[in-house]
Nanobody, 117 residues
Framework: QVQLVESGGGLVQPGGSLRLSCAAS????????MGWYRQAPGKQRELVAT???????NYAESVKGRFTISVDNAKNTLYLQIESLKPGDTTLYYC???????????WGQGTQVTVSS
């Protein structure tokens, strides 16, 4: 069993920045695709960014150029650096770990990001 714990959310003014963290309870990044997702109330969860075990990244079109996903293997921590925050970025952000062709699929509890003046 793997635990993923997000942190770093909060209230930020438009144009501000945040760094979200997702701490894993064990070393998993070497075999997993890690991702950040977000879900607003009443809406479907949407992909924000992913990073494979090989370091390949993928971003939703809506966040390209503003969001950066990265991992620190030594700390078993996934990050999401968010720049130029917009009110539309306000929602819960979740981290996820998956492995191809397996049932490996873990989610954190989410961290709230609120962008408001």
């Amino acid at each position: 069993q793997v635990q993923l714990v997000e942190s770093g959310g909060g209230l930020v003014q438009p144009g501000g920045s945040l760094r979200l963290s997702c701490a894993a309870s064990q070393s998993i990044f070497g075999k997993s695709t890690m991702g950040w997702y977000r879900q607003a109330p009443g809406k479907q969860r949407e992909l924000v960014a992913t990073i494979t075990s090989g370091g390949t990244t993928n971003y939703a079109e809506s966040v390209k150029g503003r969001f950066t996903i990265s991992v620190d293997n030594a700390k078993n921590t996934l990050y999401l650096q968010i720049e130029s925050l917009k009110p539309g970025d306000t929602t819960l952000y979740y981290c996820n770990s998956t492995r191809p062709f397996t049932t490996w699929d873990y989610w954190g509890q989410g961290t709230q990001v609120t962008v408001s003046s």
